[in-house]
């Protein structure tokens, strides 16, 4: 009869544990019964399994919207991408509206008059002169030259003395051409009136100044009869009003503490990512390419720097060398722009710790045009635009790392309670209890794992590893990437005042706390970074394993 209560209870307690098994396995149990009054069950009973496949879970656990991705060899990676455009117009200085050429023609010789002719009145009087002046082709940069300046539209406006004079003023602009011919107009005042319009549409105009002056001339003469000018002056004026197309010469050397910063790259990467002390990227490659259609050198020092909050943090990237670069200017034949390329690459190394993580990367430019000195430059547009410094930066984040400790958790079912729910004085009548760890680790880390009982308002309720459980790291290559995983079975023996503490305070989860750490000896800057591919997992099966002695009055 005793052997019939025996069998009942077994078939009972291992259908009840089995509830909460995991699927891929069965309670197992054997008996120790044959001439013994108190008899025993060994069970094994599967709690589960984590998995933790490292590209799904970085994938899931990182705050971005980029993709992470994998080359050629398995290793993944995540790329961050930033366009930006220099405009000459808007950036270099030199917007064609300064590029403002006056011609004041101020003679004082305008002919003799009388000695006895009364001043101020000199009405009736003619007066008649002719000259020519050279007019230096300048822009507003400082010891900046215009050698050669093509017009697609704008105005030449000459300022006549038609409020005071009648008569005729003939004007010769040399090396302003329409096609072959040079510009030269005569101009008649009358009772205020001038006619021609001594405003001239520009488009198609082409000037030129002399080569080594870097002038161009105006030439002149007039006949004027005064209407009661009280000055003995008269002024002629011609000022420029341009829409540039293309532009020659040498346009200054310019220093600009920054050209353009650009719009920040969200960089939120580890927001998520719970940081207990040092997380380290290395090789990362930043690359720079420029494409310059600007006829004009530069000098560049740029610096990245990663913000919190839009404010800077200091020394979180580093570059193996100064972000400093000079960039080619475009060239051109007759009229046609073939840009400068210029390409920069930089390693980069990402550090992290504390409290402090990045959620953005500026990319801050300063510099100089014309470096070296005076040097043929040019400017040309191309459909009516602007031509531009184009550039592309691109991020390459490897995820090769290094960290003291990046902590994660994972939980299991463990409703202690649960399992022995059809007979609760069970848990009085087990001989000893442990759980067995079944350990595939496939990282490239050494693993600190924490096995913590929770209740099920998530309370601990004992931390059953102190110290924690050191596992070691897969086996890697000379590069840091995995070659072979590390497999460890390990026995947690749990004690009476333990297993009375999950029935008491109802214990329903195990919470598996692995903390994620380089391997190595000596300082942290001292370890090797490892590589990730998108094949690498840590598997952890738990099973329950116990020894009930049956008494008696559990079937009474």
């Known amino acids: 009869m005793k052997t019939k209560r025996c069998a009942w209870f077994a078939v009972v307690l291992g259908s009840c544990m089995a509830l ?57 990676y995540i790329e961050y991408a930033q366009s930006d455009s220099i405009s000459w117009t808007e950036e270099i200085g030199l917007d064609e509206e300064k590029l ?37 082709l300048v822009t507003s940069e400082e010891n900046s030259y215009v050698t ?44 205020g009136n001038v006619s021609p319009s001594p405003v001239v549409d520009l488009s198609d105009y082409e000037l030129s100044s002399d080569d ?86 530069m000098a560049i020092k740029g610096k990245l720097e990663m913000l919190a909050g839009k404010q800077e943090v200091p020394d979180m990237i580093k570059l193996n060398e100064a972000l400093d670069f000079d960039i080619i200017a475009a060239t051109q034949t007759n009229g046609t722009v073939t840009a400068g390329k210029t390409r920069v690459e930089r390693k980069a190394t990402i550090n992290l710790g504390g409290s402090e993580k990045p959620d953005a990367l500026a990319f801050v430019v300063g510099g ?70 079944s350990i595939d680790n496939g990282l490239p880390f050494k693993v600190l794992l924490e096995i913590i009982a929770i209740d099920g308002k998530g309370n601990d309720v004992e931390n059953l590893t102190e110290p924690a459980l050191e596992i070691k790291s897969a086996e890697t290559d000379a590069t840091g990437k995995v070659v072979a995983q590390q497999h460890s079975e390990l026995t947690l023996k749990l004690t009476q005042a333990q297993i009375k503490k999950f029935k008491d305070q109802e214990v329903k989860h195990l919470i598996l706390r692995s903390g994620l750490s380089t391997s190595g000896e000596g300082s942290f800057d001292s370890k090797k970074a490892v590589v990730l591919d998108n094949t690498e997992s840590l598997k952890i099966g738990v099973s329950l394993r116990s020894q009930v002695h049956i008494i008696p009055k559990l079937f009474d």
């Open 368 to 437: 100089s045009i014309n470096p070296a000195g005076p040097t043929p430059n040019f400017l040309i547009k191309e459909d009516g635009k602007d031509n531009l410094v184009k550039v592309d930066l691109k991020l390459h984040v490897p995820f090769k790392f290094k960290t003291d400790n990046y902590v994660r958790n994972d939980t299991v079912s463990f409703d202690f309670n649960d399992m022995i729910k059809e007979k609760p004085e069970i848990s009085e009548c087990l001989d000893e209890a442990s759980l067995g760890l």
């Open 20 to 76: 909460v098994s995991c699927k891929e396995s069965d309670v197992v149990y054997s008996t120790d019964t044959e001439g013994k009054e108190f008899r025993s069950i060994e069970l094994a009973i599967p709690v589960g399994t984590v998995t933790v496949p490292l590209y799904e879970t970085i994938k899931n656990k990182l705050n971005t919207t980029d993709d992470i991705h994998t080359d050629e060899h398995g290793v993944m």
């Open 212 to 297: 080594v002056t870097h002038e161009f001339g105006i030439k002149y003469d007039f006949a004027l009869n005064s209407r009661g000018n009280t000055s003995n002056d008269i002024t002629i004026s011609a000022d420029f009003v341009p829409v540039v197309s293309s532009l020659f010469g040498y346009f200054g050397s310019t220093n600009k503490d920054q050209i353009t910063a650009g719009d920040t790259i969200a960089f939120d990467l580890f927001k998520d990512f719970q940081i207990n002390n040092r997380f380290s990227f290395e090789d990362i490659l930043l690359t720079i390419d420029v494409s310059n259609k600007l006829g004009i050198p």
């Open 148 to 191: 050669r300046v093509s017009f697609s539209g704008g105005n030449l406006e000459f300022d006549l003395p038609s409020e005071y004079f009648d008569g005729q003023i003939n004007i010769s602009i040399l090396g302003l051409r329409k096609g072959e011919a040079s510009f030269s107009e005569e101009y008649i005042l009358s009772n």
């Open 100 to 136: 403002h050429m006056e011609a004041m023609l101020d003679p004082t010789d305008l002919g003799s008059l009388p000695d006895d002719f009364p001043i101020p009145d000199v009405t009736g009087y003619t007066f008649t002169h002719s000259g020519e002046q050279s007019v230096p």
